[in-house]
């Protein structure tokens, strides 16, 4: 398989426990993003980096969160005490930085999906 | 601000019937826009995207999407709907001026295509 991989595809977990989660891209792709997406909402954008370097971060990812792509390979997301508003479906994407590529090689993960009980 | 707008949380068709799916943006500078389709469980699929040049988009599986600039509109139609086409269908905004990589997307629609 080629594609974006997640790992976990569910995670259920109590409050207040930690959870990482895992996203493998695209080998050749240099960019990878996570989102996050709940219940009847579109996806919202979490922080992304190109190679090792996170470069952007939204202010919905709270000092509980942490992002790592420590080779410019895979990337984990990290969510410490955790809550139950944390309760979403984690999306990871990649893609290759060409100015020519404007979303067709943006390929979508099929996420990661967190019920905090 | 970027945003996008879906107008309908629910569109149901039927089967070889025309469809349309309704998006508006909102973008500070020059709109990339975009739609994208999701399956149970499943990641979210490119499906068509506007960058420049003529307003209507042909993309995946049949689909098309119509640019318009006074209407601030990408609206995705289909000329004849499968039951296959059943799904969630996000719209999303890239501001092209920016440096920024994320989309904004809409809050979906869900499309029923009755057999």
């Known amino acids: 398989d080629t594609g974006v991989s997640q790992d976990p595809r569910h995670k259920i977990t109590k409050r207040g426990q930690n959870v990482t989660f895992r996203c493998d891209p695209i080998s050749e792709h240099n960019r990878l993003y996570w989102y996050r997406q709940t219940l009847g909402q579109g996806p919202e954008f979490l922080t992304y980096f190109q190679n090792e370097a996170q470069l952007e971060k939204s202010r919905l990812l709270s000092d509980r969160f942490s992002a790592e792509r420590p080779k410019g390979s895979f990337s984990t997301l990290e969510i410490q005490r955790t809550e139950q508003g944390d309760s979403a479906m984690y999306l990871c994407?990649?893609?290759?930085?060409?100015?020519?590529?404007w979303g067709y090689g943006y390929t979508f993960g099929s996420g990661t999906r967190l019920t905090v009980v | 601000a970027q945003s996008v707008a879906q107008p309908e949380d629910q569109v149901n068709v039927a089967e070889g019937n025309p469809l349309t799916v309704k998006c508006t943006y909102s973008?500070?500078?020059?709109?990339?826009l975009f739609w994208y389709v999701q399956y149970p469980n499943r990641g979210l699929q490119f499906l068509l995207k506007y960058i420049t040049g003529d307003n209507l988009v042909k993309g995946s599986y049949g689909f098309e999407a119509e640019f318009n600039k006074s209407q601030t509109s990408f609206h995705l139609k289909k000329p004849s709907a499968l039951v296959s086409d059943s799904a969630l269908y996000f719209c999303?905004?890239?501001?092209?001026?920016?440096?920024?990589?994320?989309?904004?997307f809409g809050t979906g629609t869900s499309l029923t295509v009755i057999p």
């Open positions: 999303a905004v890239r501001d092209g001026n920016i440096a920024g990589n994320q989309f904004y």
């Open positions: 994407a990649s893609s290759f930085r060409d100015s020519k590529n």
């Open positions: 973008v500070s500078g020059n709109p990339y």
